[in-house]
């Protein structure tokens, strides 16, 4: 496997756009898009959490994203590195989701992809912590991209 990269672009490239494509809008009904998406969910406590565990875990099951429905399966990331991980969404997040950011965004870091490990959740128990990040997005009448 290529050394860890520490530039930001590098884990995009080669991990995350076969799928969702080199913009992140991804493939309608297979890959969802993660440009102006999931932006929305760090703006609310558990959102950036959730991001973390996608990517240490994948995802599996039904969601909708910007109103079209994704049954697809998402593979883990576990095995790139704490560093890599953060960067791939930290890249991902200030590339292509700059309009929906707050405004004091703190990056993702190292040690909560690290914390993030200490659980392992299946894709039944991120569909509700993801059910959860709209509800917290609605009651705070803040955006979704759903
Ligand atoms: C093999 C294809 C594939 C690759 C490679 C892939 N993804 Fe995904 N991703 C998916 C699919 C499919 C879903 C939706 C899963 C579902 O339908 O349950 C998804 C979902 C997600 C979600 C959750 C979106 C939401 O609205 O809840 C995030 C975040 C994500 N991907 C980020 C990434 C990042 C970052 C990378 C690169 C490190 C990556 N993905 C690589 C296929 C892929």
């Known amino acids: 496997m290529a050394p860890a990269a520490s530039a930001t672009s590098q884990v995009f490239e080669q991990r995350c756009i076969i799928c969702h494509q080199p913009n ?23 959102g950036r959490q959730y991001l973390v565990h996608v990517l240490l875990n994948g995802l599996g099951g039904s ?21 890599d991980i953060a960067a791939a969404l930290n890249e991902v997040l200030t590339r292509f989701n700059s309009a929906e950011l707050p405004k004091d965004l703190q990056p993702i ?5 690290k914390a993030g490990r200490a659980i392992t959740e299946n894709s039944t128990e991120l569909m509700h912590e993801r059910a959860h990040i709209y509800e917290e997005l609605k009651d705070a009448g803040l955006g979704a991209s759903k």
């Open 63 to 83: 969601v909708v994203v910007k109103g079209v429905t994704y049954n697809g399966l998402m593979p883990q990331f576990a095995y790139l590195s704490d560093d």
């Open 109 to 113: 870091t190292p040690d909560q992809v």
């Open 24 to 46: 992140a809008q991804g493939v309608a009904g297979l890959y969802p898009p993660l440009a102006d998406s999931i932006g929305y969910y760090v703006r609310v406590k558990d």
